[in-house]
């Protein structure tokens, strides 16, 4: 079965820029979208289409894609940026979720 | 603007079937996809399945045989149904909107224990 993959966890520091990526071959040919869940809470969409960002979604956060990886990056991290990222993509019909990345920023 | 709440019990028991609804409100549910999705504790994401407001569906591979979705566009509702439930699926299960591949619209998220 198809997989994305991503880094169990990623440290930053404040005011540091974070990169999580997420790799899998159908990101070729299919957007990746990303997801922040803070503890308690529901996921919420950051990033959709590999790159476009959601309306009251910082600026900060921002998507790229390069071959088979996505990459969600967060410039001038925060401390309330502190959260689970889930990144999101497509097999055929089907809805394809990587295993979340924990961002630690400390 | 559109909010999702999901409904139903919180305790089901081993081999019986979970049921939930997913109430749509700010908007209609006679368009876009409309999905759920789980999150075990302590686990990610797991998507279980979509529906189509004309009723279509698609279901994970490997809940398929126990996944049912169905949509009441009267009600502006989704809901699903697990059968055969055991401990591995205890979750809190969402429901969400597709509007174009992505999820951006979710609820609060509903705690279904399985226990006897």
């Known amino acids: 079965s198809y997989e994305l993959t991503q880094p169990p966890s990623v440290s930053v520091s404040p005011g540091q820029t974070a990169s999580i990526p997420c790799s899998g071959d159908?990101?070729?040919?299919?957007?990746a979208s990303w997801y922040q869940q803070r503890p308690g809470q529901s996921p919420v969409l950051v990033i959709y289409?590999?790159?476009e960002r959601p309306s009251g979604i910082p600026e900060r956060f921002s998507g790229s894609i390069s071959g088979n990886t996505a990459t969600l990056t967060i410039s001038g991290t925060q401390a309330m940026d502190e959260a689970d990222f889930y990144c999101?993509?497509?097999?055929?019909?089907?809805?394809?979720f990587g295993g979340g990345t924990k961002l630690t920023v400390l | 603007q559109v909010q999702l709440q999901e409904s139903g019990p919180g305790l089901v028991k081993p081999s019986e079937t979970l049921s939930l609804t997913c109430t749509v409100s700010?908007?209609?549910?006679?368009?876009?996809?409309w999905t759920w999705i789980r999150q075990p504790p302590g686990k990610g994401l797991e998507w279980i399945g979509y529906?189509?407001?004309?009723?279509?569906?698609n279901y994970n591979p490997s809940l398929k045989s126990r996944v049912s979705i169905s949509v009441d566009t009267s009600k502006n509702q989704f809901s699903l149904n697990l059968s055969s439930v055991t401990a591995a699926d205890t979750a809190v299960y969402y429901c969400?909107?597709?509007?174009?591949?992505?999820?951006?619209?979710w609820g609060k998220g509903t705690t279904v224990t399985v226990s006897s």
């Open positions: 969400a909107r597709i509007p174009s591949g992505y999820m951006d619209v």
């Open positions: 700010g908007g209609s549910i006679s368009t876009y996809f």
């Open positions: 529906i189509f407001h004309s009723g279509n569906t």
């Open positions: 159908k990101l070729r040919e299919t957007y």
């Open positions: 289409e590999n790159t």
């Open positions: 999101q993509a497509w097999d055929s019909s089907t809805v394809i």
